[in-house]
């Protein structure tokens, strides 16, 4: 397991941002997943080889659930 | 200020100046009144009623753009025109002011933390500008003054000071000349400096740094926790009691009407949004976190500063953390001898030796040793050692030594490693080498007392003896010596298990041999983090310095966080379920109930800020 951090901007309030932090906790292939409003970091655990494939799926929730709130970089 | 806050901060204005005009100037005509508001109302709010319906449409029902507007819609339903305009307005003026409060507090932590060098000036053929990340070990940087060092490395070239009040919250400059660490994260203050990079910048000391304060707020509080667990039950709770509230009591109560219990359901719902304490709770730890910091302290979590305050044991590791953990000459007994006589063989007898005895008595001596007046060193191992000073024969030792050569001495019975001295078979007297208490240890114990740590206890492995007179110079009621590593860790377990439950017991060390105890107690504190990978990894709270009253300042630091985040959520919950009760029998308005939505998240809001202005907490 590899720990990444990425930048997340344009979300709404502080309770969205735990909103969508559950529903990114629903990704099988990610662990220990937090958002940080304050921050703006989202950081989570995953495995080197699927990190490609768990970033799609974490773009997917964000474009679903809080379409605001965008990847930066 | 952003663009969309520009933007929203126009449309406000706007609708109020229309507002305002309105409710004054009065059209006496129904109508036009009418269709001012609503146009001022559009102006305001259409955004929100974007996002609702496109909420909506995701399934998203209870998120507050969606009540916001089911509130101001129902209001223009029952004929309160100002009030629904009122209602948007001031849900928008304090939107606005929480997303400035909020960027603003963002730029304020980002300043704590900014010490992340933006560049650095690498010498390949020629000199170049390049982001820290792309430099590799061993190249050589360029830092001229006033930049920030990008890089941890060894000088190579130049002298200068360097200001490291970022990294160690230390105002004194560090002076550094060829030769010299220096780390990344430090100001060069006033010479150029070149330097040859030992770490790339991801392990780095400045990277290492930002990491942990950052990734702080991914270990969260008990408090946050709690707070996130009402905001999911607490907003379909109000939801669905306003929804009773609109439809029974109009049913069961003669003389009701809808349209005064719907106002009453529509106050519900203005109130029933969570972000006051969603938002004030997390920005109050990450203040906390950033004024520890601020000072030197590394706090890794949340959780570890809401720990903090309720600490009531603290254990301390002796040398190198209420001591200087290195030797000094102390008392100088001659016998026949001036003392200066008496320093001056000695160290001319030890100066072949590297042992860090010899070491410090040639620093006492501190004058040039003339290397031809000594002769025939012999060293006697685990005694001491013989040596020719100027045609006399020096034994320098312990009690070993001198039984071994037969001198007749008196036992020292002081505090602290005792070397005996005999010039030409005569004992000429004793030199006490004694490990310094720091200075910063007194002020730590007092401290700790005056935060009311209840008990202080010191573990050490050094001699019962010199374990007394520490504990009884400092003032430690409970000290424990002559302990192996494994002991350290057993005293600790029996601590734990004395201490009140709920409380918590933080031990604290110079981070060397320390990684058990550092695991095993509830927060464990390493000291002099910079530099020591191995104390980073294994503490909770690394403290950048080696001073141990940081540890007393993160404990006030905590418990003014604590204080913070229990008046917030008190003030929230109390007023929101104040105005509840008011607009549940009638006596509250729709503009108490926007207060209570987005009026307490501004005051909580700038409750928390005040963390980050604790300056000379001290």
């Not at chain 1, 397991?1 to 099988?28: F, P, R, T, V």
């Not at chain 2, 392990?203 to 707020?217: C, F, G, H």
């Not at chain 2, 007092?446 to 009311?452: I, Q, R, Y």
Request: charged residues 25%; hydrophobic residues 45%; contains cysteine.
């Amino acid at each position: 397991m590899k720990k990444y951090k990425l930048k997340i901007k344009g979300l709404d309030c502080a309770n969205c941002a735990s909103e969508l932090e559950s529903h990114l906790q629903k990704i099988d292939i990610i662990d220990n997943v937090s958002i940080s409003f304050m921050t703006e970091n989202l950081i989570f655990e995953c495995l080197e080889e699927n990190i490609n494939a768990a970033l799609e799926k974490i773009k997917k929730v964000i474009r679903k659930k809080e379409p605001d709130a965008y990847i930066e970089g | 200020m952003n663009k969309n806050m520009q933007k929203s901060l126009i449309k406000i204005i706007i609708a109020l100046i229309l507002f305002v005009i309105t409710s004054v100037i009065n059209f006496n005509n129904h109508l036009i009144n009418n269709i001012i508001f609503i146009i001022s109302y559009i102006i305001v709010g259409y955004s929100v009623i974007l996002k609702a319906v496109k909420n909506i449409l995701r399934g998203k029902v209870f998120d507050e753009n969606f009540l916001m507007t089911i509130a101001t819609i129902g209001a223009f339903c029952i004929s309160e025109f100002p009030e629904a305009v009122a209602v948007m307005l001031f849900y928008q003026v304090g939107e606005w002011f929480q997303s400035y409060a909020v960027d603003k507090s963002r730029k304020s932590i980002a300043s704590l933390m900014d010490i992340r060098p933006d560049y650095a000036n690498v010498c390949r053929e020629e000199i170049i500008k390049v982001s820290p990340e792309e430099v590799d070990v061993d190249e050589v940087i360029l830092i001229r003054p006033g930049e920030k060092i990008p890089l941890d490395g060894i000088v190579t070239k130049g002298t200068s000071t360097l200001n490291t009040l970022a990294l160690t919250g230390e105002a004194i400059p560090k002076r550094v000349k060829e030769g010299d660490e220096v780390l990344s994260g430090s100001i060069n203050n006033d010479g150029i400096l070149k330097v040859k990079v030992t770490k790339v910048f991801t392990e780095s000391t400045v990277s290492k740094i930002l990491d942990l304060v950052e990734n702080a707020s991914s270990r969260r509080s008990k408090s946050e926790n709690f707070i996130s667990k009402f905001a999911k039950y607490y907003t379909p709770i109000v939801v669905v009691i306003a929804i009773m509230l609109a439809i029974i009591p109009p049913l069961l109560i003669e003389n009701a009407t809808f349209s005064d219990w719907l106002y009453r359901a529509l106050s519900f719902l203005v109130v029933s949004c969570p972000c006051a304490l969603v938002i004030s709770i997390p920005l109050s730890f990450f203040g906390g976190i950033g004024a520890a910091s601020k000072i030197g302290a590394l706090v890794k979590g949340s959780n570890y500063l809401e720990a903090l305050s309720q600490t009531e044991t603290i254990v301390c590791d002796k040398t190198g953390t209420l001591t200087e953990g290195v030797f000094k000459v102390g008392k100088i007994e001659a016998i026949g001898y001036s003392e200066a006589e008496l320093l001056r063989y000695a160290a001319y007898a030890e100066n072949h030796s590297n042992h860090p005895i010899s070491i410090s008595i040639k620093e006492a001596y501190n004058k040039k040793i003339d290397e031809k007046l000594v002769t025939n060193t012999k060293e006697i191992s685990g005694k001491g050692l013989i040596s020719q000073v100027n045609k006399h024969t020096v034994l320098i030792g312990n009690e070993k030594l001198m039984n071994e050569y037969k001198i007749t001495f008196t036992k020292n019975q002081g505090i602290g490693t005792i070397i005996y001295i005999a010039i030409d078979n005569k004992f000429a007297g004793t030199i006490t080498i004694a490990d310094e208490i720091k200075k910063d240890a007194y002020k730590a114990i007092n401290l700790f007392k005056e935060n009311g740590i209840k008990k202080i206890v010191m573990l050490t492995g050094d001699k019962e003896n010199i374990s007394k007179e520490v504990a009884d110079k400092l003032g430690i009621d409970e000290y424990h010596a002559e302990l192996l590593p494994q002991d350290k860790v057993t005293e600790t377990e029996k601590l734990m298990r004395k201490k009140a439950p709920n409380s918590k017991l933080v031990f604290i060390g110079d981070g060397i041999n320390d990684a058990p105890v550092l695991a095993l107690s509830d927060i464990g504190v390493a000291m002099g983090g910079l530099g020591s990978d191995a104390a980073i990894e294994a503490a909770d709270v690394v403290i950048m310095t080696d001073e141990p009253s940081k540890l007393a300042t993160a404990i006030k630091i905590s418990r003014k966080t604590m204080k913070i985040v229990k008046q917030n959520i008190i003030f929230a919950i109390s007023v929101k379920i104040i105005v509840l009760m008011l607009s549940a029998f009638g006596l509250a308005t729709m503009w108490a109930a926007v207060f209570a939505d987005v009026g307490v998240s501004v005051l909580a809001i700038l409750n928390a800020l005040r963390i980050l202005r604790i300056k000379n907490i001290e």
